[in-house]
């Protein structure tokens, strides 16, 4: 039907089923291609590792995440930090990504599906080329809030990841200590906060 996502969830629970038989792997390659009828998608599936030494679910996890990079989508990497996808190219098999440390940087499929991570709309940092102005103004008003929005979409972390994530992209190094203060303060009789 053209769902592509359903059949790679169906994939990824059947490979518990059936993680020590090595012949599933290839039961599941002929899967994914059955699924993606386009040129795009069979690039993905060359690029996800069923032929190498990836573990079979890793495969199936760098296909979601190669399905969900389409132009405008926002993902991270760990070098790079933030960015947004600019193009694909299903002939070279690349893709480019307007990083906000490196724009229009060009990563293989392999690469891609390997390091990056797609973010949803609510991420902390989807929301900062989005909305940057309510951002400013929730970092201001309730800091509490940020920390919240921090902690949902990275887990549990200390203050000091945190500040790693929030400074320079959403506040500056002068404003961390009195955002701090103010957070900590707001958040000392919430009961899911340590």
Request: hydrophobic share 45%.
């Amino acid at each position: 039907r053209g769902q592509t996502e359903p059949v790679i969830r169906l994939l990824q629970v059947r490979v518990e089923w059936h993680a020590g038989e090595p012949a599933f792997r290839e039961v599941c390659r002929k899967a994914a291609v059955a699924a993606f009828k386009d040129r795009l998608g069979q690039s993905f599936v060359k690029n996800v590792g069923f032929d190498g030494a990836v573990p079979l679910k890793e495969c199936l996890r760098r296909l979601i995440v190669l399905t969900r990079l389409k132009p405008g989508a926002l993902c991270q990497d760990r070098t790079w930090g933030f960015g947004v996808v600019k193009q694909l190219d299903d002939f070279y098999q690349k893709i480019t990504v307007d990083f906000t440390k490196k724009p229009s940087h060009l990563m293989t499929f392999a690469y891609a599906g390997e390091t990056l991570e797609v973010l949803g709309e609510e991420h902390l940092l989807a929301r900062q080329p989005r909305d940057a102005a309510g951002l400013a103004a929730l970092v201001r008003n309730d800091p509490a809030e940020v920390v919240r929005l921090a902690l949902r979409s990275y887990g549990p972390t200390s203050a000091s990841r945190l500040k790693d994530v929030l400074v320079p992209s959403v506040l500056a190094e002068s404003e961390w200590k009195g955002f701090w203060e103010a957070a900590r303060k707001a958040l000392k009789n919430d009961p899911l906060i340590d």
